[in-house]
């Protein structure tokens, strides 16, 4: 029995759903193209707008070699400026939008958009990559449809 409290559930949305039970690695590719989605968080404790940051950086981190790393940076700071505390029932929606960029918001209200597609791609990565922010969380994720 896993006696970690839960922190959040979370919902990802395809414009086109892809079969990713049992998830391969071109499969993973395909929800990191291109393609308008959407990831929802809903938190089920506190979190102080400050603390999203550092796991954000350290996760993207990992998954990126230097020199992508190198240029997402400043977006990746950005981001994490949006960032504000939330309360038990709050939604953090991500939705990228081609062309666009990367909106986060805050129970339905737009704390801003990041550009670039390659931004977008290593903001989901930290969700479903294989060095993810959480693993079972990771699994969950790749397990539903």
């Known amino acids: 029995m896993n006696s970690t409290p839960k ?3 979370a919902v990802l949305m395809l414009a086109v759903m ?5 998830a391969h690695s071109a499969e993973i590719e395909g ?3 291109d393609a308008a989605k959407r990831l929802e968080v809903e938190y089920f404790h506190a979190i102080k707008g400050e603390d999203f940051g550092p796991p954000t950086n350290k996760v993207i981190a990992q998954n990126s070699d230097v020199l992508t790393l190198g240029s997402l940076l400043p977006r990746i700071e950005a981001h994490n400026t949006f960032c504000v505390d939330v309360q038990p029932g709050d939604r953090y929606a991500l939705t990228y939008m081609p062309g666009r960029g990367m909106e986060l918001a805050l129970n339905g ?4 958009i990041i550009e670039g597609a390659d931004f977008a791609s290593a903001l989901y990565a930290m969700w479903l990559e294989e060095k993810p922010m959480n693993k079972s969380f990771n699994r969950q994720l790749l397990e539903s449809r």
Not at 18 to 22: F, R
Not at 109 to 112: A, T, V
């Open 109 to 112: 209200r737009p704390m801003g």
């Open 31 to 33: 929800v990191l193209s």
């Open 18 to 22: 892809l079969a990713i039970q049992g």
């Open 7 to 9: 922190i959040y559930l």
